[in-house]
C-alpha cells in the first residue's frame, strides 16, 4: 500500500479543502513535484544551516590569516581550516548524492543477531521437479545447445569506483577478455554490480547472485561463477563438461591438502562451476549462514581459524566457509563434488605466467 497524502490547508480559507500531494497550480514554483518527507527535508535544511555557518567560519579563517593575526596559532588554525573543509565537502557530496541521506522517520536497520539462522530465500525442495516443467513447456529455451549444456558465466565487481582509476581500467580488460571468452564458445554471460543482499557483502555477495540466476534462468544448465578480476589465459580451452555428467560442483583444488592436511587453500571459489539443479540450492542453503556481515561472521571466522590449516584469524570467508563444510559434512557433499586438478580452471598469475610457452606447445602446438 501507499503512503498517506501529506495534507495541505486549502488556499481560500473556507478549511473545506481535500488532501492533496500536489500544489494548485497558481500555487507557486513546484507544482509538479511531490511532497518530500518530512524527515527528508527537515535533514536538508539542517545541512543548508551546516553549510552557511561553516562558509562563515571559513570567511573567518581566511580574513584571520591575510590579516595576520595569530601566527603562533597557525598550525593549528591549519588543522581546523582542513576540517572544516572536509565536512562542507562531505555534507555537499551527501545532498548532491543520488542517494538521500537515511529519513529520521524511517527505521534504522540492525545486524543480525548470532542467534537467528540466516537464509538466502524461502526454501525450496522440488526445484528439480518445477524446473522439468519449465523447460517442457518452454521447449524453445533448451537446457542444451548443439549438443551442449547451456552455460552462463557469472561476474561482478561492487557497484562503487575503484580507489584507484586504474583498477576500473583493469576491470574494463578482464570483462573484455570474459566477454571474448564467451562469445566465442557460445556461453551467456552476466555482469552483476548491484548488491542483492545487504548482509552478504565482499566474497559473500556471489551466493544470492547465483541463487536468483538459478530461479530465473531454469534454462541455464551450470552457472559458472569468475571473479572479477580473474582472466581467460587460454581463449581456446573448453570445459570438458563430459567429465562431469554425474556431479554437481566443480572447483580447482587438491584432494591432498583438502582431506589430509585440512589446508584453507585446499580449493579456490574464485572460479567454480554449479549446476542448476536442488542439490546446489541446499548447498547454497547450508554455504550461507557464516557470511551475514557482523557479529555472525567475526564468530565463523574464530572457528574457521581453528580448523583450518595455516588460516589467518580473520572473519569468515566463501572459500573457507566451503571447506569446511565439504570437510564437516563429508557424506552429505563430496558425493557430487569434483575436484579438478589436471587443469588450471583457477590458478594464482604467479605459478602460470612462465609456463604459458609449455602450455601453448602442449595444448595447442602452432
Not at 155 to 180: E, Q, R
Not at 241 to 248: D, I, Q
Not at 264 to 277: E, H, V
Request: aromatic content about 10%; hydrophobic content about 35%.
Amino acid at each position: 500500500m501507499g503512503s498517506p497524502a501529506h495534507k495541505r490547508p486549502s488556499g481560500s480559507g473556507g478549511g473545506g479543502g481535500l488532501p492533496t500531494s500536489t500544489a494548485p497550480n497558481g500555487g507557486g514554483g513546484r507544482g509538479g513535484r511531490g511532497v518530500l518527507p518530512r524527515g527528508r527535508q527537515m535533514q536538508k535544511t539542517f545541512n543548508n544551516i551546516k553549510i552557511t555557518i561553516l562558509c562563515g567560519f571559513v570567511t573567518i579563517l581566511v580574513l584571520r590569516g591575510t590579516i595576520g593575526v595569530g601566527n603562533l596559532g597557525s598550525s593549528s588554525a591549519d588543522a581546523v581550516n582542513q576540517n572544516i573543509i572536509e565536512e562542507t565537502n562531505r555534507i555537499l557530496a551527501e545532498i548532491r548524492s543520488d542517494s538521500d541521506p537515511t529519513d529520521l522517520d524511517s527505521p534504522q536497520e540492525t545486524e543480525m543477531s548470532t542467534n537467528e539462522t540466516y537464509a538466502l530465500g524461502p526454501k525450496i525442495t522440488d526445484w528439480d521437479s518445477q524446473r522439468k516443467v519449465w523447460l517442457d513447456k518452454n521447449p524453445e529455451f533448451p537446457s542444451t545447445v548443439n549438443g551442449k549444456a547451456r552455460i552462463l558465466l557469472l561476474t561482478g565487481s561492487p557497484p562503487k569506483p575503484c580507489d584507484n582509476p586504474i583498477g576500473d581500467h583493469y576491470l574494463l580488460k578482464s570483462v573484455k577478455n570474459k566477454i571474448d571468452y564467451c562469445r566465442l564458445h557460445g556461453i551467456e554471460i552476466v555482469y552483476n554490480m548491484a548488491h542483492l543482499d545487504k548482509e552478504l557483502a565482499g566474497y559473500w555477495a556471489k551466493l544470492p547472485m547465483i541463487r536468483r540466476l538459478m530461479l530465473s534462468h531454469p534454462e541455464v544448465e551450470w552457472i559458472w561463477w569468475m571473479d572479477s578480476d580473474a582472466l581467460f589465459t587460454d581463449i581456446l580451452f573448453q570445459i570438458p563438461l563430459v567429465r562431469y555428467e554425474k556431479h554437481n560442483l566443480v572447483i580447482h583444488g587438491y584432494p591432498d591438502l583438502l582431506f589430509d592436511q585440512k589446508s584453507w587453500i585446499a580449493l579456490n571459489t574464485g572460479s567454480f562451476l554449479l549446476r542448476n539443479c536442488q542439490w546446489s540450492l541446499d548447498l547454497l542453503d547450508a554455504w550461507a549462514p557464516m557470511g551475514p556481515k557482523g557479529p555472525i561472521r567475526d564468530e565463523a571466522g574464530k572457528v574457521l581459524t581453528a580448523y583450518l590449516k595455516g588460516r589467518p584469524a580473520f572473519e569468515a570467508d566463501d572459500q573457507s566457509a566451503l571447506i569446511y563444510l565439504l570437510l564437516s559434512q563429508k557424506d552429505t557433499w563430496m558425493e557430487k563434488v569434483f575436484v579438478e586438478n589436471q587443469y588450471y580452471l583457477h590458478g594464482f598469475w604467479e605459478g602460470l605466467v612462465d609456463r604459458y610457452e609449455e602450455m601453448v606447445e602442449k595444448y595447442h602446438p602452432g
